[in-house]
């Protein structure tokens, strides 16, 4: 486990927790002697990080070692349910309703005795997601591993390589979860080409990266590598290759003899949700 630094009075890990077998973002329990008091505020917290992320493929359980009354049998009892699922997609959920009745939940599977009548909201909880560390270290502003990595490879670069370094892992950062919505998304076709060459397709930022929150599919498309380099590339305060509000494929002049130049003024092969469909 590796702490997440927050602003609250209470613990959060993230990693491999024993007492469900699965790898997420661990709230330890209020516990006794005011272990951890914003435990709720917290809790709170997160669900509103993960609804400003869009984020989806999220699961609540709750986390607490058994007990001789309460013996957990399983992790889908474990499982927060709302309005019939135990997967959420944070984009469409209402979040007051969902706290309101995550508590009631918990309360009730929390119970250390399954015939009490009322049990705490202050358990320990696991959530997994599709944020992974480096993601939650920058939604609550802590420097992530990929920063350290980063920092280290700058480090090691003389004068004349830096800048280039630079452009390539600022392109290349979070590519794996970024990339992997946005295979999904577009089919596994570029964008541009029509591609379908895996090996080669990447995540390109249409506003440039600023944070896990910036990595959303109507902030990306999906693009051949050679692609992604023209697109994140200027000459005369323009891309070398744009794309339109009404997705519109522009090639820059400089490209017209080029091979590229064939792509000008076709249409992009767009997302089949409409929800996914890129802002320019």
């Not at 330890?28 to 493929?57: A, E, Q």
């Not at 950062?173 to 029509?194: H, I, M, P, W």
Request: glycine fraction near 4%.
């Amino acid at each position: 486990m590796k702490e997440i630094k927050t602003e609250f009075d209470a613990t959060l890990n993230y990693g491999f927790d024993k007492v469900t077998g699965l790898v997420g973002l661990l709230i330890d329990s209020g516990g006794g002697n005011n272990r951890n008091p914003d435990h709720t505020i917290l809790f709170r917290d997160i669900l509103s990080k993960l609804k400003k992320n869009n984020s989806h493929n999220v699961s609540i359980y709750v986390a607490a070692r058994k007990t001789a009354a309460n013996n957990y049998p399983d992790n889908d009892y474990r499982k927060i349910k709302f309005e019939n699922q135990s997967e959420f997609n944070f984009r469409n959920i209402d979040l007051a309703k969902f706290m309101s009745n995550a508590n009631d939940e918990i309360r009730e599977k929390g119970k250390v005795d399954p015939n009490s009548p009322n049990g705490s909201i202050h358990k320990k909880l696991l959530i997994t997601s599709d944020l992974n560390e480096n993601d939650w270290n920058e939604l609550f502003g802590n420097t992530s591993t990929n920063q350290i990595v980063v920092q280290e490879l700058i480090n090691n670069q003389n004068e004349e390589d830096l800048e280039y370094t630079y452009q390539k892992i600022k392109k290349r950062l979070r590519q794996s979860k970024f990339r992997k919505e946005l295979l999904k998304a577009y089919d596994n076709t570029c964008a541009v080409t029509g591609c379908k060459v895996l090996d080669i397709l990447e995540a390109a930022h249409i506003e440039p990266y600023n944070g896990a929150h910036t990595s959303v599919v109507n902030n990306g498309i999906l693009l051949r590598s050679d692609i992604h380099d023209l697109f994140d590339l200027y000459k005369e305060e323009k891309r070398l290759i744009t794309i339109s509000s009404d997705f519109k494929i522009e090639v820059h002049s400089s490209l017209k003899d080029s091979e590229y130049w064939k792509y000008d003024g076709n249409g992009i092969n767009l997302p089949k949700d409409k929800s996914d469909y890129p802002k320019f």
